[in-house]
């Protein structure tokens, strides 16, 4: 059920995302906050979907970027930075944090294979 509801959830998210965007867009008279409220509207989006599936440190791990961009726009734009490069320095900062923070955060379950594979010669495919 979880995962059915967090598919249902996709296209919500992506029209919240959209409104958040004309809605940021309009106010600010700018195209570039509008889209950086965009992506991070769509970013909140997938850690609503995390949190509904169950994974709570997916869903932290996730919520890294969104946060951190929201305060680096601020940040930026109180500074005076014209709104592309405020689009473009909390797009890059927020990545940046993201990284730093990677290793701070529990670790995720990582895939193994038990299994090694051998090469095939081609006398045992020929007859």
Do not use: N, Y
Request: positive net charge; proline residues 4%; hydrophobic residues 60%.
């Amino acid at each position: 059920m979880r995962w059915t509801a967090a598919v249902l959830l996709r296209p919500v998210t992506f029209v919240l995302a959209i409104v958040a965007a004309v809605l940021t867009g309009d106010r600010t008279g700018s195209f570039w906050l509008g889209l950086l409220a965009f992506f991070i509207a769509m970013a909140a989006g997938r850690v609503l979907g995390a949190l509904v599936r169950g994974s709570t440190d997916r869903a932290l791990a996730k919520a890294i970027w969104p946060a951190a961009a929201t305060g680096f726009a601020f940040l930026f734009d109180d500074l005076g930075l014209p709104r592309w490069a405020t689009f473009f320095c909390a797009w890059i900062a927020a990545s940046l944090t993201r990284g730093a923070l990677h290793g701070v955060l529990p670790q995720r379950r990582v895939w193994t294979r038990r299994v090694e594979w051998r090469r095939i010669d081609l006398d045992e495919l020929l007859p």
